[in-house]
């Protein structure tokens, strides 16, 4: 474990182990049968094995009926890492731990120090090598902004703002980036790699693969263009009849987070080779670039204290530079990632995942939304007017299937929310006439309306929305059958079959359905879906479209 423990070691947010979950065999609890004796195991490894030492907390967890041993590993300090195990520094990826590079290493070590790689120099680079429009607009920005900069010459506002070196006619790395007639014949890694990937089953790789140059406004709108031409967009009618596009992927988040990329990205000497990449899959917009978090952790991400600038001279620059359409490139008020945020529930989607690995930052922004075309249907004909905040549209479709909701559970399912946030969210349901409320205070429960009638398919069982709990781990929200009142072990596999079984069957009802859709709907990983998959086909519970691995396999309920 000793890999492992390294690279939690060297993560900005260390990591958790689990032990006592089988792997090959979905992840069942087998348990540990020395708990003590494997925490001490491990502990020593952590101390005498990785250099400098790493720290682990255990507590032990009671998941039915076995003990699981959790290991919690606190990150080191920038100012210690990275650390190594058996003279390999290591970084955790996906799944895996790999061998940090030298580079990475020396990423790492830069970072110990205040970064001002911004306002380094570019060799034979002049004034001349300036977009002379963006230059224009930025000079007459920064003097309408900064009432120190409007009594002197244009030069010294460049210099001043650290477009050109204090010192001599050459650009900075920040003032080429941001203003640059085309920084790419200096830099080519100021650029962005973007493509659809694709299956590699499918005989291709990628398509539309571009590579993006220009100055920071440039490469900001060209990013924007290429989502918006391989993502869909959909027409609604709204109450007073006129058409409206929706987007699939809301354009601020993509407009915002990818700001975020190219203004907070690592411009070490180190991270030369290093682009800003956009990739989208089936599921998901992965937008990533060089170079960590500084300053902040990824928990203050989105909050008010969740603002700091790696490159304060770029920073700064962009604040004031406009797009073509005369927008800024960054607001400055470390506003961007709430806003994406927001907009992204509003869209009814997955939160964007962020993964801080030191040495490069990823956003996943999800393309699956949480809710289904026949909720979005069934809430803009209780909704036409679009009143409901995003938070109650996924509450009102819960109650639709079945759920009942309450001020704590609203609180555990959007965190983080105060008690009179959820309160409001669930009062503004029953005053639209969506939901009920039974009891008093505390016991408070909202269910759905009695004008109201619950999701029903007379083709399908009804769909009904139970909280699981799994003790000492988490919750998640899974669907099971329910009919005549009968159980839902009646009209499905069992447990004995594979412990998601239930979850797969109800998530199939009677169409055919892929993998990635099973994973969405029932909010399993897409590796717990395909093992579930494999035992219900062998136990004969279900039907296989395709070949296992293809692409455009799909899967339905066997009749029985």
């Avoid at 210690?80 to 990826?93: D, I, K, M, S, V």
């Avoid at 990937?197 to 499918?202: A, C, E, V």
């Avoid at 004031?320 to 990632?337: F, L, Q």
């Amino acid at each position: 474990m000793g890999d492992t423990l390294c690279a939690f070691g060297n993560m900005p947010n260390g990591g958790t182990l689990i032990i006592g979950l089988d792997e090959a065999n979905d992840f069942e609890p087998i348990g540990v049968a020395d708990p003590a004796a494997m925490a001490a195991g491990i502990a020593a490894q952590a101390r005498q094995a990785v250099v400098p030492p790493v720290q682990v907390d255990f507590v032990e967890a009671q998941v039915e009926g076995v003990v699981l041993l959790i290991g919690s590993v606190t990150p080191l300090p920038l100012s210690a890492r990275p650390c190594r195990f058996q003279g390999n520094a290591y970084l955790r990826q996906a799944d895996g731990d790999y061998a940090m590079s030298e580079q990475e290493v020396q990423q790492i070590l830069a970072q110990r120090d205040r970064p001002r790689h911004d306002a380094a120099v570019v060799p034979e680079t002049t004034k001349a090598d300036l977009h002379s429009d963006l230059t224009r607009d930025f000079i007459a920005s920064a003097r309408s902004t900064n009432r120190l900069l409007r009594d002197i010459g244009d030069d010294e506002v460049l210099r001043r703002t650290r477009v050109l070196s204090p010192r001599g006619p050459e650009l900075t790395i920040a003032g080429l980036y941001a203003l640059g007639e085309y920084p790419q014949q200096f830099a080519p890694s100021l650029s962005i790699t973007a493509a659809v990937q694709l299956d590699p089953r499918s005989g291709a790789r990628t398509r539309d693969l571009a590579h993006l140059a220009g100055p920071i406004p440039m490469l900001l709108e060209d990013a924007m263009a290429w989502v918006l031409r391989n993502t869909r967009t959909t027409i609604r009618y709204t109450a007073d009849g006129h058409a409206r596009d929706y987007e699939e992927i809301p354009g601020v988040a993509v407009r915002e987070l990818v700001a975020n990329a190219l203004v907070h990205r690592d411009l070490s000497a180190h991270s030369q080779s290093k682009r800003v990449e956009l990739r989208l899959t089936d599921d998901q917009l992965v937008i990533s670039n060089p170079g960590g978090l500084w300053g902040i952790n990824q928990a203050q991400l989105g909050t008010p204290m969740g603002k700091s600038a790696v490159n304060e001279f770029l920073y700064d620059i962009c604040k004031v530079t406009r797009t073509s359409s005369g927008s800024r490139v960054i607001e400055g008020e470390g506003g961007g990632i709430r806003d994406a945020q927001r907009v992204i529930s509003a869209a009814n989607l997955r939160p964007p995942k962020f993964i801080d690995r030191g040495v490069s930052f990823a956003v996943l922004v999800p393309r699956i939304s949480l809710l289904s075309v026949q909720d979005l249907e069934w809430l803009y004909e209780k909704d036409p007017h679009d009143r409901l905040s995003a938070v109650q549209r996924r509450l009102a479709a819960g109650l639709r299937h079945g759920e009942t909701w309450t001020n704590a559970s609203v609180r555990d399912d959007f965190a983080p929310m105060d008690s009179v946030v959820a309160r409001a969210e669930l009062q503004g349901l029953v005053a639209a006439g969506i939901a009920v409320a039974d009891g008093e205070r505390g016991q408070t429960v909202y269910r759905l309306a009695d004008s109201l009638d619950l999701a029903g398919d007379p083709d399908t069982p009804e769909r009904v929305s139970v909280r699981h709990l799994s003790e000492g781990v988490g919750a998640q929200d899974v669907l099971f059958d329910r009919q005549d009142g009968a159980s839902a072990t009646a009209h499905g596999p069992g447990d004995a079959v594979t412990s998601h079984g239930r979850v797969i069957w109800s998530a199939l009802g009677a169409s055919n359905v892929g993998v990635t859709e099973l994973a969405a709907r029932s909010g399993l990983k897409v590796h717990q879906v395909r093992y579930a998959l494999k035992r219900l086909h062998e136990t004969g519970w279900i039907d296989i479209q395709g070949g296992w691995g293809d692409r455009g396999t799909t899967y339905r309920r066997k009749a029985r």
